[in-house]
């Protein structure tokens, strides 16, 4: 009689943590909701810049308000950990090549993951430090690669480190100090993946639309990445700015709402409800394009060109531009 109690006892509480169990509202989360939330989420912060985890943030202050305001992000969420962004992508064999940019297979990214201590069953929330596109591109590409191996307990932070700084929430700069964690993946998903076959066949046809997110002046082919090998963008893509993804607001980038997106979208001459694949110099720009089009606005049958131009160029695949062709 004892054990079925004692086994009763453990079925209601887990039953309990069950029904307890916080449910994220969507792909983004405010650091309202956060910081509400905080003890029932894995916070994972996102970055290029690893010393900023445990360097002290910069505030200035406003002589005409005297208000305090953020200059430069610095330290993290307490309880946080940090995915060196450096680290999310990996160099891969393709036919015989090395091959730069690209995402992990699934069980060196599981070792990844676990080596900073994110555990399975539990929601993530990922925190750019959004201070600019290109560290907020850093988060939303490591949340394509969660959801390309089945990870669909995640989430972003809206306004990153540097919306919750400016919000005078509570930071630490003590190092992370995290135990190895069990997160596997749970599928794969290669219907997320774009190949140069797939990109190819997209510029021919037209049927899937292809979205530049690069800087305008690389679109036109007025300059490029040293390490991609011609000027200009793949024949029938559109461009999509980078810049024009986040609002600022108080020192920190936000997400637009979806009624807007259509907008942008249809104003570039995308049509937000056809199939795209989105493409940058190297796969990570494009993780913007590939967010706003996949989770905020809901077009699920849009794909990320791994490689981006990178691979297209080293394959010998043309450019078009208007210069320097």
């Known amino acids: 009689m004892k054990k079925i109690r004692i086994g009763l006892a453990v079925a209601i509480t887990s039953f309990i943590g069950l029904v307890h169990a916080v449910s994220l509202p969507g792909p983004l989360v405010s650091a ?4 509400a939330n905080q003890s029932e989420v894995q916070i994972l912060e996102v970055r290029g810049d690893v010393a ?3 360097r002290a943030p910069e505030f200035e202050i406003d002589k005409k308000t005297g208000k305090k305001f953020l200059v430069e992000v610095g330290g993290h969420i ?17 036919d015989g090549k090395k091959i730069k940019y690209l995402i992990p297979e699934k069980a060196d990214f599981e070792k990844i993951i676990q080596s900073v201590g994110i555990n399975s069953d539990k ?14 591109d850093e988060a939303l590409r490591a949340y394509w690669q969660f959801k390309v191996y089945g990870e669909d307990n995640i989430a972003v932070l809206d306004g990153g480190m540097a919306g919750w700084l400016s919000e005078g929430r509570d930071f ?7 135990t190895n964690g069990t997160w596997v993946g749970k599928a794969e998903r290669k219907e997320l993946i774009a190949n140069s076959e797939q990109v190819a066949l997209a510029s021919k046809t037209g ?9 305008p002046v690389q679109f036109f082919g007025l300059n490029k990445r040293d390490y991609v090998g011609a000027y200009g963008h793949i024949a029938g893509a559109k461009e999509l700015a980078p810049e024009l993804l986040a609002k600022p607001a108080k020192g920190a980038l936000y997400f637009w709402d979806k009624n807007t997106y259509n907008a942008l979208f249809t104003s570039n001459g995308i049509n937000p409800k056809t199939p795209a694949i989105s493409y940058c110099n190297s ?6 394009g590939w967010f706003v089009m996949s989770e905020l606005v809901g ?15 080293l394959e010998g695949r043309p450019l078009v531009g208007v210069a320097l062709n």
Not at 32 to 35: I, N, S, T, V, Y
Not at 78 to 91: A, E, G, I, Q, Y
Not at 283 to 288: C, K, Y
């Open 78 to 94: 307490p309880d946080s950990t940090l995915l060196d962004f450096k680290k999310v992508r990996v160099d891969r064999m393709i």
């Open 299 to 313: 077009n699920k049958s849009t794909k990320l060109y791994d490689g981006s131009l990178y691979l297209w160029t």
């Open 172 to 178: 630490s700069v003590a190092p992370s100090i995290k």
């Open 52 to 54: 900023s985890y445990t």
């Open 123 to 136: 929601p993530i929330v990922l925190v750019p430090i959004a201070q600019d596109i290109s560290d907020i």
């Open 207 to 215: 049927k899937s639309t292809l979205i530049d997110a690069r800087q």
């Open 32 to 35: 309202e909701w956060l910081a």
């Open 283 to 288: 796969g990570h720009l494009a993780a913007g």
